[in-house]
């Protein structure tokens, strides 16, 4: 379901005509998060994902989907 939001992300940058830098600083966080989620280098804890789903509304359902997937670790839900 990684896959799944980062392309939810990706497709809405698009679409916003965002880079990936613009994007971060949207939700306030630094732009080497975002790369390194992308790369799978890192997986999205909870204030990056309440970040974006605050943020971009329209990605709320994604984020949520992430949320409730097996492959999202337990701690990405109750970071703070």
Known sequence: MLKKLI???NK???LK????RQF???IGKDPSLWS?????????????LRAVASKFPELRLAVYDYMASSDSPEESLIKT
Do not use: D, H, R, V
């Not at 005509?17 to 990936?20: A, D, F, K, Q, T």
């Not at 390194?36 to 990056?48: D, E, R, S």
């Open 24 to 26: 971060s600083k949207a």
């Open 17 to 20: 005509g965002l880079s990936g």
């Open 7 to 9: 392309e939810e992300i």
């Open 36 to 48: 390194k989620i992308k790369n799978g280098k890192a997986l999205p804890g909870g204030k990056f």
């Open 12 to 14: 809405m940058q698009k």
